[in-house]
């Protein structure tokens, strides 16, 4: 294993003070427990969003805090929910007393975790609403999950429910919003390596050099099925075909495409890999009105990518497009 680390327990605290180190003026981290809100948290009357996971997925969620997106992160261990305390402490700072929208990816130590910090913040009389994103097409039930894994919705919904959050909706319309991108969204990924955990030091499955696992999860759950590699542009329909069939997508529909690498993968094949997209798409006779391109929910060093298609509507659009300004993510004033 080679990687830039010191002590492999404590990847999680340095890199945290790093990134504190590298945003002050959008973030302020805090360490046990540990989590990160943005600058001006909280902001009075405006509904609080937070989310968070195991760390790993980076820039996932730390690096979308800030005006326009979240409130507030809170990085796990690696690939590990983060605790009860970490989230309640989350909660707490960033209250405006408009509520808290907590958005949580589908996987079942979240999804505990969550539900119970939001019961311990609604008891000291914190108005919680939580949506749970549930997006990947590639299983129903995993090692993780009960129904679909949360993967790459989570951020388009991060980015929407933070910008009606910034315009000032009240959080029932803020979670509403939430559960509609769920319910718009369609994901699948692959692999054609596995990833590494720093304090375990191997890589996580063995992968043949002439393969590669497609459905795979963010954690380096199996997926639908191992398979010989191929060109991308059977990769991509790979990925695309069973999304486009389960929504379903129609001819006429307007979608935000994402393709999203997981941390091991190039630009230069990332962009292929979009171009290949827009094929498949333009051959259904479905408009590609936005995109993301990029590395935004990763999977430590795996190589590999992501598909995630948004069905937009107007309203969806508008809130895409309103600025955010995050250490990760940024356009608009």
Same mark, same amino acid.
């Given at each position: 294993m080679k990687k830039l680390i010191n002590d492999p327990e404590q990847v999680v605290d340095e890199a945290l003070r790093g990134f504190a180190a590298a945003h002050p003026d959008l973030v302020r981290v805090f360490f046990a427990p540990n989590y990160v809100v943005r600058a001006d948290a909280p902001v009075s009357g405006k509904v609080g969003i937070v989310s968070g996971g195991g760390s790993g997925h980076e820039p996932m969620h730390a690096g979308f805090v800030g005006p326009g997106m979240?409130?507030?992160a809170c990085p796990g261990a690696i690939f590990t929910s983060p605790t009860p305390d970490q989230?309640?402490?989350a909660i707490q700072a960033i209250d405006g007393g408009a509520g808290v929208l907590p958005l949580i990816k589908n996987y079942a130590g979240d999804v505990l975790n969550f539900e119970m910090a939001a019961e311990l913040a609604q008891a000291e009389g914190i108005e919680v609403e939580a949506v749970v994103i549930a997006d990947d097409v590639a299983?129903?039930?995993?090692l993780y999950t009960a129904g679909r894994r949360g993967v790459g919705a989570t951020v388009l919904a991060e980015k929407i429910c933070g910008a009606a959050a910034q315009a000032g909706r009240p959080l029932a319309e803020v979670a509403d919003l939430g559960r509609r991108v769920n319910a718009e969204a369609r994901s699948m990924g692959m692999a054609l390596t596995s990833c590494t955990v720093p304090h375990v030091g191997r890589p996580t499955f063995d992968l043949p050099e002439n393969e590669m696992e497609i459905g795979i999860g963010i954690h380096g759950e199996p997926g639908r099925r191992r398979v010989p590699l191929a060109p991308a542009a059977e990769i991509a329909a790979m990925l695309a075909e069973p999304i486009l069939g389960d929504l379903?997508?129609?001819?006429?529909? !307007?979608?935000?495409a994402f393709v999203d690498g997981l941390g091991g993968t190039p630009l230069i094949e990332l962009y292929l890999m979009f171009d290949e997209l827009t094929k498949i798409c333009a051959g259904q006779g479905i408009a590609i009105a936005r995109n993301l391109v990029g590395n935004y929910m990763t999977s430590l060093d795996m190589a590999g990518c992501s598909f995630t298609l948004l069905r937009l509507d107007d309203e969806l659009i508008r809130l895409w497009d309103a600025p955010v300004h995050t250490p990760?993510? !940024?356009?608009?004033r």
């Open positions: 979240l409130d507030a989230i309640l402490a299983v129903q039930d995993s379903p997508f129609r001819r006429g529909d !307007r979608v935000l990760a993510l !940024r356009w608009g």
